[in-house]
């Protein structure tokens, strides 16, 4: 459900993720379920009961963020994950996980939010730290817990305020999740993420792709064909590209398409079929697919769940 918010928010209680969760309480995830407010991306849950929150996959670098309650978290082989107010959790690359939220209750219901950071601002991060040197550490984990660090509270108090007004929404929230990506990757528990990515030609080269991609989604792209654009190996491709966007080229050229298929259907409210075609699908019922696992609804309902 995406509902609109309908006044700035005034609160000057407790620490900043204390104010975040009064926010998010009385503005925001006033029932239960998974909500959005601006688009796919930044999403709040609240439960009222303890509950499974099954999530196909993440797209890349995501924060979770515990405001009330803890869930434990199963990623591929690492389970017993426990997140908590005092911990923020950061999956580092695009992977599939299971989240069981606890100590719900109808007067205490579990809430928390996840911001994820799309490929291409990912890279762009990464690159700009390798300047300054980065750790070579080999990276082991798909996620990790860290402690709830004010620099990134405060940012995090300061993005859920900007949904508030809609130039804020446009204008600042895009710099305060850059914030925000920043000081996550400049924390010691992100140094094996860091040492994944030099500026190495091979590096500038992948992101060159990223762009090459996004101004030509609808054509037919393949791994072979984008390497070869680029100078390199279908495998090594592959391999650069995942670690430099945290996420592998095809399901990038799936969430490009996705993304621009949400654009389309918010802008033109063309019918599903000629979006799948225009954005570069090859079957309707494959687009259909994709959609609904990306964005939770059919994008015949789509617009239908931004106005509830």
């Known amino acids: 459900m995406i509902i609109p918010l309908r006044q700035p928010f005034v609160t000057d209680v407790g620490g900043p993720l204390d104010r975040v969760r009064d926010l998010v309480l009385s503005e925001i995830a006033t029932v239960d379920g998974h ?9 709040f849950y609240r439960f009222s009961q303890p509950s499974t929150i099954r999530k196909a996959a993440t797209f890349g670098v995501t924060l979770g963020v515990v405001l ?21 959790l950061v999956i580092t690359r695009e992977t599939e996980n299971v989240a069981i939220a606890t100590a719900a209750s109808e007067r205490r219901p579990y809430l928390g939010m996840s911001l994820c950071f799309a490929p291409e601002r990912v890279a762009r991060a990464l690159l700009a730290l390798a300047d300054a040197g980065g750790s070579t550490t080999a990276e082991t984990v798909p996620a990790f817990v860290m402690p709830a660090d004010a620099n990134i509270s405060n ?8 949904l508030a007004d809609p130039l804020d929404r446009k204008l600042l929230a895009p710099l305060v999740i850059d914030e925000i990506l920043f000081r996550l990757l400049r924390s010691d528990s992100a140094a094996a993420v860091r040492g994944a990515v030099a500026r190495t030609p091979d590096a500038l080269r992948i992101l060159e792709s990223m762009r090459f991609i996004q101004e030509q989604h609808a054509s ?16 090594h491709y592959a391999h ?15 969430e490009v398409r996705l993304e621009r298929a949400r654009s389309l259907l918010i ?38 769940s931004r106005s509830a």
Do not use: W
């Not at 009330?68 to 911990?87: A, F, N, S, T």
């Not at 590209?241 to 050229?253: D, T, Y």
């Open 35 to 43: 909500t959005t407010t601006t688009g796919p991306d930044l999403c």
């Open 220 to 235: 037919k792209l393949t791994v072979e064909s984008l390497a070869k654009r680029a100078g390199m190996s279908p495998s």
């Open 68 to 88: 009330q309650g803890h869930k434990q978290l199963q990623i591929g082989q690492h389970d017993g994950i426990l997140v908590d107010p005092e911990r923020l």
């Open 267 to 304: 802008e033109s409210g063309a019918r599903a079929s000629e979006v799948a075609t225009n954005v570069g699908f090859e079957s309707a019922a494959h687009f259909t697919r994709e959609f609904k696992r990306r964005f939770g609804v059919p994008p015949t309902h789509y617009l239908r």
């Open 240 to 254: 650069r590209f995942s670690s430099v966007a945290r996420i592998s080229p095809m399901r990038f050229v799936r």
């Open 155 to 162: 940012a995090l108090e300061r993005l859920v305020r900007t």
